[in-house]
């Protein structure tokens, strides 16, 4: 088991990884829309969306997996009236490769955050 850090996506806001590796699977903790320097993205759900996109494929790099290697997403959202809006932003991530997906909508989420995405991808 190998614990994953990149100073490229925030680093953990408690007492876990921002990812770990068991047998060539990376399972990453799930991303809020927080800046690398740990500053929240204040705007609308499509552009906290992309904040989170670009935390997971920092960690996906660090872990030696991709977009591409990703087996299955879990999206949580403050507002399932969002999903529309989340769902166009997750496409233009996931274009050509489909993993499988769940998306729940929760009551809240840390740091007030509109969503959070967790992957679990196979490691190149």
């Known amino acids: 088991m190998k614990a994953v850090h990149t100073n490229e996506a925030p680093a953990a806001i408690g007492p876990y990884s921002q990812g770990i590796i068991v047998n060539n699977v990376f399972y990453s903790s799930g ?4 800046t690398p320097a740990g500053e929240m993205v204040t705007g609308d759900v499509k552009e906290q969306t992309h904040q989170v996109f670009s935390n997971l494929q920092a960690v996906l ?4 997996a ?16 969002d999903f529309g809006a989340i769902n166009e932003v997750y496409g233009e991530y996931f274009s050509t490769h489909k993993p499988a997906r769940s998306c729940v909508e929760v009551a809240r989420l840390p740091k007030d955050a509109l969503v959070e995405i967790e992957v ?4 190149k």
């Not at 991709?66 to 997403?73: D, G, L, M, P, Y």
Request: net charge neutral; hydrophobic share 55%.
């Open 31 to 34: 991303q809020i829309p927080l």
């Open 61 to 64: 790099k660090e872990a030696g």
């Open 66 to 81: 991709s977009f591409e290697t990703v087996i299955k997403a879990t999206v949580f959202i403050k507002d399932m009236n």
């Open 120 to 123: 679990v991808a196979l490691v």
